[in-house]
């Protein structure tokens, strides 16, 4: 549920992310491309950041979870079987005046208008089923026969591997399958930056497990889900989670609820965390013959899985990085931007500056960052005075900058400035991998 919109509230964001480098628009030379954008060299480091954040406590610190990549063109008939080709559409009405296709909720919404008529009032034709998957040919013919989709979510890549992995790793039931990868959507867009767009990077997890057991990793699939935002730094005040109405349900699913983040445009879902039942599992076995079940032979026990499934858009998570870190403040009467992220998704950690590019400040100051960057990803800069180095790493999101002045030469101490605090101490540079790994907790 998408509500009143106040798009221009983003613009500040979106200023930035060009400015400093976090994202740009697709083929921005050639006039840019409608909802496409690249990442840049801070947003790229913000985006693995964000993407092993969610592996470390998704896969790495759990036992019973393992991972997968799969490929994104998959056998048509996986989206025959997961319902994709039958009932992943939009109904979309079409402008008479403009011709613009639009969602019925988005016209309600005001966000939607009639590009050319000048009151906006316009007329629409009946709402039409417009499937949302991007369709190409796999091979040199282009006919039916050589039709294949792009994949609209990791997620059926999962549960088509689901024999193999049993097969090849050492799980039992409850155990998850996690993926991380680009998915494609043909939607329509509206205009709020990275939120929904055609190509977009999806982190799913499938957590199988016992049917009477559903219900209760559900509860703690959704509470897990809206920590992990808490833990990184996002405001619990800004987050909530909200139950799907029946008629909100998709068609696999039976029961879900999303995580909602309060956008500049208002409370817009963020991740969904859904209870697919044995839908899928039971849908592939029947469409490929194959026996999809769950054998465990201490016990003899076979079953069809029951899944949980939290979604999560990776752009769209980082979209609520920046936006919940994004703050203006003063510093001695100034106005200053600062890009307050979570240490473990700062682009850079460390910033190290000489005060000068002269009597040996450079070369002790290099000497520094090489040690730092051993541990944390440090950038070095010598140019401009040392406020707009300061205020250019504010943006960036570094959480720490390191100065080497004259005094670092006599006793071996440097300045550390505390990007959120503003606070400045002196540290013995040989405390300094503690001091950083104490600020951080990594
Ligand atoms: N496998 C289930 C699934 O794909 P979804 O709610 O359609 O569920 C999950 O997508 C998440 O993926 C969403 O909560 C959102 O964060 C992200 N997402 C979906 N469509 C998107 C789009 N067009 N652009 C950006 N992110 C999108």
Known sequence: ???????????????????????????????????????????????????????????????????????????????????????????LVECAHCGLRMRQDQIDAGIEKCAKSENKQHAFGEPRSFNLM?????????????????RPETAQGIFVNFLNVVDSTRVKLPFGIAQQGKSFRNEITTRRFTFRTCEFEQMEMEFFCRPQESAAWYEYWRKERL??????????????LRDHRPDELAHYSSACADVEYLFPFGWSE?????????????????????????????????????????????????????????????????????????????????????????????????????MINESYHAFYDDSGNIGRRYRRQDEAGTPVCVTVDHQTLQDDTVTVRNRDTLEQHRVKISALRAELAALFGF
């Open 270 to 370: 963020l991740e969904g965390i859904a209870c697919r039942g044995s839908f899928d599992l039971t849908q592939h076995a029947q469409h490929s013959g194959k026996t999809i079940i769950w054998r465990d032979q201490a016990n003899n026990e076979t079953l069809v899985p029951h899944v949980v499934e939290p979604a999560l858009g990776t752009d769209r998570a980082i979209l609520v990085f920046l936006i919940d870190a994004y703050t203006e403040d003063e510093v001695e009467g100034n106005p200053r931007t600062v890009l307050k992220l979570h240490p473990r998704l700062a682009p850079y950690k460390v910033a190290v500056f000489p005060l000068l590019r002269k009597d040996g400040h450079p070369e002790k100051a290099q000497e520094v960052y090489r």
């Open 1 to 91: 549920m998408e509500s009143s919109p106040n798009i221009s509230a983003l613009d500040p964001i979106v200023a930035l992310a060009k400015r400093r480098g976090f994202v740009f628009p697709s083929s921005e030379i050639y006039g840019g491309l409608g909802s496409c954008y690249d990442y840049g060299p801070l947003g790229v480091e913000l985006k693995r950041n964000v993407k092993d954040a969610w592996w470390r406590s998704m896969v790495h610190r759990r036992e019973d979870v393992v991972g997968i990549d799969c490929s994104i063109i998959m056998h048509p008939r996986v989206w025959e079987a997961s319902g994709h080709v039958s009932n992943f559409n939009d109904p």
């Open 227 to 240: 920590q992990w935002f808490i833990d990184l730094g996002v405001s619990p005040e800004r987050l909530r």
């Open 134 to 150: 991007f369709k190409t040919h796999l091979g040199p013919v282009e006919d039916e026969a050589s039709t294949v989709y792009l």
